[in-house]
């Protein structure tokens, strides 16, 4: 796995190749680090073309909880596509999708509403509701203007949501 991040790119196409072979959950953490730090390149690519593919559901948390993580705020807006790639629905920490969707550019709130907007069904109430108070607070700063639109469909489809839950 540290070979993911070394400098030779022989030995970062053979710790891919070796990811895609025998890949678990215990590769996704480091995976997605190496892309991170990555510069755009082909195998940064071949790294997001893996990360957005994933079927192992152990990825959704680990893609989750990196949206919290500093390091990662750089990429913030591949997790949450990774997410939606995967087919993902991030029930029950819908708050943090769209946390991270109105703390981003206009990249990272089109992935959010993208993300959130295939949600279909909820259960837990009071994440749909501290997603509804952040997504209001997001539409009451004026320094989210560019990214309203996104913010306003993101506030109509979680009321959607909570009313479909009564």
């Known amino acids: ?59 959704e948390d680990i893609f989750l909880d990196a949206l919290e993580q500093d390091d990662l705020k750089h990429v913030r807006a591949d997790l949450l596509w990774f997410l939606w790639s995967c087919g993902f629905t991030c029930e029950g920490r819908l708050a ?32 749909v509701l501290e997603a509804q108070v952040i997504a209001s607070e997001a539409l009451q700063d004026d320094g989210k203007a560019g990214i309203r639109p996104f913010v306003e469909a993101m506030a109509q489809h979680l009321a959607v949501l909570s009313d479909s839950m009564m």
Not at 7 to 22: E, Y
Not at 34 to 55: I, P, Q, V
């Open 1 to 59: 796995m540290k070979d993911l991040k070394s400098n030779s790119p022989q030995k970062v196409k053979a710790a891919l190749k070796r990811a895609k072979k025998n890949g678990d959950a215990t590769w996704i953490l480091p995976l997605l680090e190496a892309f991170a730090s990555r510069e755009e390149d082909g195998l940064r690519e071949e790294m997001g073309a893996m990360l957005s593919t994933l079927k192992l559901s152990a990825a």
């Open 96 to 127: 943090h999708v769209v946390k991270a969707a109105c703390e981003g550019d206009f990249r990272q709130a089109m992935e959010g509403t993208t993300l959130l907007e295939q949600v279909e069904t909820v259960t837990h109430e009071k994440d």
